[in-house]
């Protein structure tokens, strides 16, 4: 069987119907139609269900800080750990500072942030998981509030004898961090803002004025409140790292690493390169020194500004800080923007847990194997107990934990 050409009367040949013929290796089988036919019934793209998924590449707000090879279980646990509690540290506070210390459930979903949940859920979903903290109950007008138990109250006044009696470490605290700071000035909406980083009770802009030999209070040239220094005291410009240094020589060496860069051809051996390194690394620089008359990127610089965050770690309850504690001081300590990478280079000191948008940096020798803090300050003490109250049901008390 032939194929013909379809010829129009008076017209060129529009349509060709595979000839086959012109090539005589062809098959008819393998015939190309070429025609002004649609051909979209035909399959042209792969079917969804058969393309192969793209792995979806990590975000710094997901990607973790550490490879799988280098986690430290005991200090990720504590990062996770803050996270399932943040409804409860976030609410304690706020409700500390509210009249009666109560609020209206209807105002808790505006205050997602204050409160410490996430945005669309509803505040009675955390408030029922602490039923040792927090109770709700209807008002006179008729709305459902929120506040502390009964049992929470007593806790809250164990907690502010707490800070009272550790007043004067608190105020040595931040005589240490004014003179850590560039011009001996820290603006008070800082200190206030971290003041559970370090134990400072919320009353501390009014305690302030008890020692004017300490402090002042000076206004800026934008308006805002600055505490300033008044009396440096060189007892306390002695770092925590020069206390150690007085005791275990060798460790401090051993603290830091600043690689000397040289070329590969030296040749040398193992025990050249540490005493070589070792030159490089001391002395180091007191975080109590002056440090904007260091060259930005020189490496006395770097050095201090490794000795003021060591240093900052040392002032903290816990011995360990968010990148959101750090960024707060980033101006007063003559930070850089490449902080993250310079605590990384020294993991003999410092632990980034979470994620690289969110990562918080721990003091290594401030915690033993197990992950717990080697010294306990009272502060550190009464959380622990009120997080192992804040797990325990409202039958629980008094077979499992006792009530004091």
Known sequence: MAWRLLLCKDAQPTTLISPFFQNPNSSPFSLVLTSQFSTSFLITKTPKKYKKKRKKSESPRTKPVQHASTRNPCFEFIVERDACFRFLTKSKQFLSQQPEHVLRLDDAGKLYRELGFPRGRKATRFVHRHPLIFQTYRHTDNKMWFGFTGFMEDLLEEEKSIMDSMESDRINKVRKLLMMSK?????????????????????FRDRVVKYPDY???????????MLELVDWDPKLA????????????????????????????????EEDTRKMNLLNTLPLVSPYSDGKRLELWSLEAEKYRIGVLHEFLSLTLEKRASIHHIVEFKEEFCLTRHTYDMLKRQPRTFYLAG??????????????????????DPQV???????KYAQTKDGELDSSLGRN
């Not at 803002?193 to 370090?198: A, Q, S």
């Not at 402090?215 to 409140?225: L, S």
């Not at 994620?355 to 306990?376: C, H, I, P, Q, R």
């Not at 003490?381 to 997080?387: A, C, G, I, M, S």
Request: with cysteine.
């Open 183 to 203: 011009n001996n000035q820290i603006p008070l909406s800082k200190i206030h803002h971290c003041r559970l980083l370090f134990g400072i009770p919320d009353d």
């Open 215 to 225: 402090f002042r209070i000076v206004v800026a040239d934008d308006g805002k409140r």
């Open 238 to 269: 002695i770092s925590e790292l020069e206390k150690e240094f007085m005791v275990d020589e060798d460790k401090v060496k051993n603290t830091f690493k600043f690689p000397v860069k040289h070329a590969k051809d030296l040749d040398l051996d």
């Open 355 to 376: 994620t690289e948008m969110n990562w918080v940096v721990f003091l290594k020798d401030a915690y033993d194997e197990s992950g717990s803090l080697v010294n306990k």
């Open 381 to 387: 003490l009464f959380n622990e107990k009120l997080y």
